[in-house]
């Protein structure tokens, strides 16, 4: 799959939480990160970019769930467009995708075709031959991400009942 078709496709599955209005900014997050009290979503100095996402990395920590999978296609283009750069907003997107998962959990809230749009983005990152991200990714896809992950199995009988 080529770089813009797996943007897209990430785009595709997250458009519902794309429109919504983050509870928590990448901003917010980087405030709660350093033990201050959260800005409100400004539409002026919360406009994602590059830089905003520079700026702010590490605030993906501190996303509620909506929040989140609001920002999630956002980082993801972000890191394809880079993928030959080990940046800290990749490292930061990915270390949000490993397991196990928090409480209250995020893994847990993508549907489907979310899950199948992460998965892709994560093989690109691991399989890529000039990507800067390819051990962080695969220790990503072996933690959550396979069928037969470390982690994804117990966590997903904890919070989902069944058999």
Not at 1 to 8: A, G, K, N, P, Y
Not at 43 to 71: C, I, K, M, Q
Request: hydrophobic fraction near 40%.
């Amino acid at each position: 799959m080529i770089s813009t078709e797996l943007i897209q496709q990430v785009r595709g599955a997250f458009l519902d939480d794309l429109a919504k209005r983050p509870l928590i900014t990448f901003r917010g997050g980087d405030h709660l990160d350093d033990l201050r009290e959260p800005p409100a979503f400004d539409p002026t100095l919360d406009v994602v970019s590059d830089a905003y996402l520079e700026a702010f990395h590490w605030g993906v920590a501190h996303l509620d769930a909506d929040s989140w999978r609001h920002y999630l296609p956002q980082l993801a283009d972000y890191v394809i467009r880079h993928v030959d750069r080990g940046t800290l907003v990749g490292e930061a997107l990915i270390a949000s995708l490993c397991a196990p998962d928090r409480d209250p959990p995020r893994l847990t809230t993508l549907n489907p075709q979310q899950e199948q749009a992460i998965t892709q983005f994560l093989e690109y990152l691991a399989f890529t031959d000039r990507s800067a991200h390819q051990e962080h990714a695969c220790r990503a896809i072996d933690e959550w991400w396979s069928p037969e992950a470390m982690f994804r199995g117990a966590n997903v009988r904890a919070i989902r009942p069944g058999p």
